[in-house]
């Protein structure tokens, strides 16, 4: 299956905190995006595993994400090593996405670090003939993605661009807000994180209205690219 966009993401609801209203607006422009989870959440102070991955499938279908898998590695331990990178090379291969988008290169939670420096590997490896994979039996071609990306999340930094998500703003509440088990309920008797303070969302929100404002739009989300230097043909092609 051929995608034009594949999110990589260390945990459920990674991607629907910093950067599902970019994804959202790529669905509705007619494009297919797949999300890859590394791991369950096992690890979460809220909720449980089981009840995480039923979340992240609610999420996903008010995304209209094409494809939404998870890789059952272990929140916390899963390892940058040859065996968890080449499993990303055999996803990368077999979804041919145009556009990887992972988690960003440092931040609070060491997991999403990890993440990408594995994603980042395995997008520039994924391309190369002598790394040999496999799918169903069959020898996988090598592919590389054009265009790799890093989305914000708990660190701010300056952003490489920003997408405007003035339409796409409440469908991405919706999205986080189907992980109900790691946010704020006056039922709820589990103990208190980051996540589940009564402002928290507030603060997605403030986050996307000030990307926005610094574009002229309502709403946007961050980006950084691993290159920042970038070739056009004359200036009139920068928007």
Request: charge should be negative; hydrophobic fraction near 35%; glycine fraction near 6%.
């Amino acid at each position: 299956m051929k995608l034009d966009i594949l999110t990589i993401a260390a945990h459920p609801d990674d991607v629907e905190l910093s950067c599902v209203g970019t994804i959202i607006k790529a669905i509705k422009a007619g494009k297919k995006v797949g999300m890859i989870d590394l791991t369950e959440g096992q690890l979460g102070t809220r909720g449980t595993n089981e009840l995480r991955l039923k979340e992240a499938d609610a999420a996903a279908k008010i995304i209209g994400a094409t494809v939404r898998e998870n890789l059952h590695l272990m929140d916390g331990y899963f390892e940058h090593n040859h065996e968890n990178r080449n499993l990303l090379i055999q996803k990368i291969r077999q979804y041919q996405p145009d556009i990887i988008i992972t988690n960003p290169p440092l931040d609070r939670h060491p997991d999403h670090g990890r993440c990408s420096a594995m994603v980042t590997e395995a997008w520039f490896y994924s391309g190369l003939r002598r790394i040999e994979t496999e799918l169903d039996g069959k020898k996988q071609e090598p592919f590389r993605p054009s265009r790799l990306f890093y989305f914000m999340q708990h660190y701010n930094y300056d952003p490489s661009f920003v997408v405007d998500i003035s339409d796409e703003m409440e469908q991405k509440l919706a999205s986080i807000k189907a992980f109900a088990s790691q946010f704020h309920s006056e039922d709820s008797n589990e103990p208190e994180t980051l996540l589940s303070q009564p402002h928290f969302l507030d603060s997605i929100v403030e986050r996307c209205g000030a990307w926005g404002h610094a574009i002229g739009a309502r709403y946007a989300e961050g980006f950084m690219t691993p290159r920042k230097i970038f070739g056009v043909n004359n200036i009139f092609e920068i928007k």
